[in-house]
């Protein structure tokens, strides 16, 4: 005897957005990072990871253009050694010129969709920014 996965069963939940084999929603809170990574938590989800400009591509599609948003990583650690908050490799970046560069010794957590270009910054992990969450299928 088997059973058969229902391929309802492999869909996001409604508002969230498949890509891959995950799921990622857009939160227009302004919070500080450790609150939107808790906020993604009670979905069972985390802060999004990146990991090739396809998924940097996707998020910017999901977040109003002038808009800046929290990702999952942060380097409060250990000081340029980058880590996602859902345990996955730092094996891409897309930062701004000059980033990171940890302005003031206290830019920890990163943002996306910093200055007209879109790209990476390090930020103060109190500032109060947009966030988007990310969730396995």
């Not at 000059?98 to 992990?125: H, I, Q």
Request: with cysteine.
């Amino acid at each position: 005897m088997y059973s058969v996965v229902n391929a309802e069963d492999e869909k996001c939940p409604n508002g969230w957005t498949n890509f891959g084999v995950k799921c990622y929603k857009y939160f227009p809170h302004s919070v500080n990072w450790i609150t939107a990574e808790r906020f993604c938590q009670t979905y069972d989800a985390n802060l999004a990871s990146v990991h090739n400009k396809l998924e940097n591509d996707l998020l910017l599609s999901l977040v109003p253009s002038s808009t800046r948003f929290w990702t999952g990583a942060q380097d409060g650690e250990q000081e340029g050694q980058w880590i996602w908050s859902d345990g996955s490799p730092f094996d891409y970046a897309s930062w701004c010129s000059g980033e990171p560069n940890n302005a003031g010794n206290k830019e920890n957590c990163l943002e996306l969709a910093y200055s007209s270009n879109r790209c990476w910054n390090d930020l103060t992990c109190s500032e109060q920014v947009a966030f988007v969450c990310a969730k396995n299928l």
